[in-house]
């Protein structure tokens, strides 16, 4: 029997993916659940794994192109009966199961051809007790710069290899090819270099077109205002060290301005809403995206609930996404149903910005540098630190005087900040 691995729906918001690499080429054998290549979007890297053991037998699509959801990949023969072979690609099963799984827990769900797949059946999980526990980037890596998988030592959580760790092994030592037709050559080093090999060209066309998007579907409009943060600053330095041995993380700024988005949020239901199939749909959960940067660009994971977590468990959290994020572990539930994003540039010498809107979202929250600026009070000129805000809306979901409104919730929160402990 002839089974046609195809291109799955990996998300909701997910239209199209690159086949990153196939860790099997023609003629070889796989086993059921083992992974046979690897997908990669603007977003998230994903592991495509087999659901019925069998030999490849043709790929279709080769590494670097992108295509759109339900585009064969490959054919894959299982010998369980005598079934003709397809004559042409034109001419696919109409119901043939797609030899494609995504890991939930110790499970595995098949997806049958043409079906979207779960958004929260994902590929990061390994099974308990797999001896081998990779990231698709390092599997990746390891092919390219001939080493085998199996030697490394890795550095990521409970013992995981991640690709740091090949470029690691790739700078002390020379690639040794585990057979003759490994490729030799590294390629480049994460970070700006990356952005100029085809890997990292590729992601950034993904995310232009993403940006794209976001203009020709979007109308957004923009409000600000500039914010007394004294309050703020003195409630940092009250709660960094207690936080942080509370925690295991540090409480950063941004976690502050998180939170106090959330709780204007809830103020504001108005704006816990998104535009979906013609219509403003509300939003019962407050679902916030925060944005990341990491070596191949910014991502921004999502977090339910911000408004109502404790603080420290709010930073916990936090930190912890942003690991995931970094490291290239993050999924498509770490991505998904957020309505809105916070986008902090105050680690930089930027003053102010206007963020893009995420296409599925409804607002973006960009705050620049908090130092100390002029500021008057009464009648007097005074020195005080501040923060300027700028809220990004989509004109479809509000208008501009909810999105004042809104804007105005968050300065009160960042000006009364001690709200943010209320659920202490």
């Known amino acids: 029997m002839t089974l046609t691995i195809a291109m799955p729906q990996l998300g909701l918001t997910m239209t199209e993916a690159t086949v990153s690499v196939w860790l099997k080429k023609p003629g070889d054998s796989v086993k059921k ?20 053991d069998g030999v490849l037998r043709e790929i279709i699509v080769e590494e670097g192109k992108t295509v759109p959801v339900g585009t064969p990949l490959a054919y894959l023969d299982t010998g369980t009966d005598t079934s003709p072979q397809p004559a042409s690609r034109s001419e696919e099963p109409a119901a043939a199961a797609s ?4 890991r939930d827990g110790a499970k595995l769900t098949s997806v049958a051809e043409g079906q979207s797949a779960p958004v929260d059946r994902v590929l990061e999980k390994e099974e308990p007790g797999e001896t081998l526990r990779s990231s698709p980037r390092a599997r990746r890596q390891a092919r390219q710069l001939g080493i085998d998988i199996a030697t490394v030592q890795g550095s990521g959580p409970q013992g995981r290899i991640i690709e ?26 994460a970070g700006p270099a990356a952005a100029a090999s085809p890997t990292g060209a590729k992601r950034r066309q993904i995310i232009a077109e993403s940006m794209l998007q976001s ?7 923009s409000v600000s205002l500039e914010v007394n943060a004294e309050k703020l600053v003195s409630l940092y330095e009250s709660l960094r060290d207690p936080i942080g041995r509370h925690s295991g993380s540090r409480l950063t700024y941004t976690d502050l301005l998180f ?23 509300p939003r019962s959960q407050i679902v916030l995206g925060l944005a990341v940067a990491t070596d191949r660009g910014v991502v921004a994971p999502v977090l339910a609930g911000v408004d109502s977590l404790p603080l420290a468990q709010l930073v916990t959290r936090r930190a912890q996404l942003a690991d995931k994020a970094r490291q290239s572990r993050l999924t498509f539930a770490d991505l998904e149903g957020g309505v809105g994003t916070l986008s902090n540039l105050g680690m930089y010498r930027v003053d102010r910005f206007e963020g893009i809107i995420s296409p599925g979202q409804s607002f973006i929250l960009a705050a620049g540098k908090l130092r100390n600026r002029p500021w008057v009070e009464d009648t007097s000129l005074l020195v005080r630190p501040t923060v300027i805000l700028n809220l990004s809306v989509d004109h479809r979901v509000a208008d501009g005087v909810t ?4 804007l105005e919730r968050v300065a009160e929160v960042i000006e009364n900040p001690y709200r943010v402990l209320w659920n202490e």
């Open 33 to 52: 659940d083992e992974a046979v290549l690897s997908v990669s979007t603007d977003k998230v890297d994903m592991d495509i794994e087999a659901t019925a």
């Open 99 to 102: 030899p494609v799984s995504f």
């Open 164 to 189: 740091k760790d090949l470029l690691k092994l790739a700078s002390v030592r020379p690639a040794a090819p585990t057979t003759p037709a490994a490729p030799t050559t590294p390629t480049a080093p």
């Open 215 to 221: 203009i020709r579907t979007i109308p957004p409009f």
């Open 259 to 281: 939170r106090a988005l959330a709780l204007s949020l809830a103020d504001t239901p108005a704006m816990n809403a998104v535009w979906e199939a013609g219509e403003v749909r």
């Open 403 to 406: 999105a004042a409104v809104f």
